[in-house]
């Protein structure tokens, strides 16, 4: 069994809505294992981000918070630790880039200046020390005429462009673990291609743990070896990428693979998932995918269900898998 | 029913105190559209396909060239008032939460137009107020209700539902899926497919999805910096790319199966600034085939051979891609659990 770097149990984060609490994060486990990429996938409103912000302690402070669990990482209990614990880890032990380098980055300041700021503050090296490792990570993340961009504005680069300063800025420092946070959602396609591209590599030739959060199963086929899928707020399905892709055994992964116009029958139409997620001030009790589920059955889909691991690892919180009922009693299902 | 001839559409734009610089977004362009088809346009950011659908809305009006909406000619936006064409002519946008009134309810956001471009008396107006609520499956209680009650797949219906309640001949949509979740994407889809069905509603559908342009439309135009490059039938255009550009773009989308990519696809860098492009074919600096010719003389869009609907700006139009841009059909089981029960939910 690989021994996992980072990893996170039961964990709960309450979003503050209106001046009540709602649990949007509920019992997230996961491992991420060394030199791996765990994608999460989910829509909005599925905690995948919020997951991923708790671990580095960024949830909006007076909006969202954990509420329990716990994240190790290096000996520590992230969950737990104080901000100046935590801002040691971030950037040199965990780097994260977001969706919008645009405001991710500081506007007013030179590229350069920024990633030599957290080298320096982190008393990695000297500012001289640390200018030469910041030209040396945009030179690795290949941005065209580095020591150009070294002394220009975010708002004068590429989009392009700009992802790539915000990933030289979560590696120089060379952490362990990096979080990419729907890195390249803002971004055009063929530009999409190059960075996923750039990503994979540094990772390959850094070791790095990856945890990919993204809505595109596309990019996880694409990029990463695990799959964790979640829905309003827990985890419904997670195991290799491959088989989650092609024998999904939660009815909600299928209908996200069925709703992809790849899966195409020769119709025009799309297939689409009826109803819409609960909203955090529903409460759903038993399965939360019921309210939209082809398969429910009343009784058993209405009590709590657990996330059931098989020995290859494959996890899936249901207890009528796809492949599991006979035709004769989906077609029942489907009618009644 | 729409005719586009040579339209170009240029902005001023200020590049500091007292100069302005000349951005033109969209260069020269022409294109009919046939009516009831659904014609699509491709491209990435920046590249004129909003300020092209933006033209043909009558929302600006194109710099030079000419359009015509079933053979009356369109110079200008107040044109587009005199000529009744507000009524044929209407446009759905990307962000549902923006393109609502928050202060209307759906009644009075249904009705508006309605009211604005002549329906009828009151009684008329709410008569089809009903019937396009039960076009969209809201049902009559849903009407009083204020857009922030529904979600943005629920939201874009009502924009759908607003933007036919006048029975307009052609319908633009604007990235009208782009802010949707998956999972209720097809709702807006299938939409709009039943309106261009039943109702013959010409659709110019504008996007950066490929994959599902793929799937909608009857034919695809790619835009590149202000130019259309190559225009095809759908299955051509994904199966018989002819202008590198499009391939490029085609092989770009991350495939389900994990496929690697061409180092050609990952060299191409990005598109140039639309203030300096380039001379002879704007795409020369990034594509893999450009010879001398490229950079002295702009290939115009052509047909690629004697069949005359498949066209590219490309002097190679003539050679098929090196290999078939076609990637191996991936199967998932039970597809048919999410199809048969892909009916729109009613709010």
Sequence with gaps: ?336 | MLDLLNITRRYRVSAGLLSTRILTAVDKLSLSLRKGEFFSLVGESGCGKSTLARIVCGLEAQSEGEMRIDGKTITGTAEFADKGLRRRVQMIFQDPYSSLNPRMRIRDILAEPLISLGWGNAQAVQTRVAELASIIRFPDSALERFPHQFSGGQRQRVAIARAIAANPDLLICDEPVSALDVSIKGQIINLLLDIQEQLGTTILFISHDLSLVRKISDRVGVMYLGSLVEVAPAQQLFADPRHPYTRLLIESVPALNGKRREEQVLAAGEMPSPFAIPSGCRFRDRCPLAFDRCATEAPGLQPVTSDERHLAACHLRAQPAPRPAERPPVTIPQIDLFRTAAETTTP
């Design chain 1, 1 to 336: 069994m690989p021994q996992p770097i980072l990893s996170i149990r039961d964990l709960h984060v309450s979003l503050r809505l209106g001046g009540t609490e709602h649990d949007a994060v509920r019992g997230v486990s996961l491992n991420l294992n060394k030199g791996e990429v765990l994608a999460i996938v989910g829509e909005s409103g599925s905690g995948k981000s919020l997951t991923a912000l708790s671990v580095l302690g960024l949830l909006p402070r007076g909006i969202a918070a954990i509420s329990s669990g716990e994240i190790h990482f290096d000996g520590k209990d992230l969950a737990q630790a104080s901000n100046a614990e935590l801002d040691r880890v971030r950037g040199s032990g965990i780097g994260i880039i977001f969706q919008e380098p645009l405001s991710a980055l500081n506007p007013v300041m030179r590229v350069g200046d920024q990633i030599i700021e957290g080298i320096v503050r982190r008393g990695e090296a000297s500012r001289k020390q640390a200018r030469k490792m910041a030209l040396e990570t945009l030179i690795g993340v290949r941005i065209s005429d580095p020591e150009r961009r070294m002394k220009q504005y975010p708002h004068e680069l590429s989009g392009g462009m700009r992802q790539r300063a915000m990933i030289a800025l979560a590696l120089v420092s060379n952490p362990a673990v990096l979080i990419a946070d729907e890195p390249t959602t803002a971004l055009d396609v063929t530009v999409q291609a190059q960075i996923l591209s750039l990503l994979k590599a540094q990772q390959k030739s850094r070791d790095l743990s990856m945890i990919i959060i993204t809505h595109d199963l596309g990019i996880v086929a694409e990029v990463a070896d695990r799959v964790a899928v979640m829905y309003a707020g827990e985890i419904v399905e997670a195991g290799e990428v491959e088989t989650i892709l092609s024998r999904p055994k939660h009815p909600y992964t299928l209908g996200l693979l069925s709703c992809l116009p790849e899966f195409s029958d020769g119709g025009r139409r799309l297939a689409v998932i009826a109803g819409s997620i609960p909203s955090l001030t529903e409460s759903v009790s038993g399965c939360v995918f019921k309210t939209r589920c082809p398969l429910y059955m009343q009784g058993p889909c209405d009590a709590r269900i657990a996330l059931t691991s098989g020995p290859d690892g494959h996890a899936f919180r249901c207890i009528r898998p796809i492949g599991s009922e006979t035709p004769a009693e989906s077609e029942q299902t489907r009618h009644a």
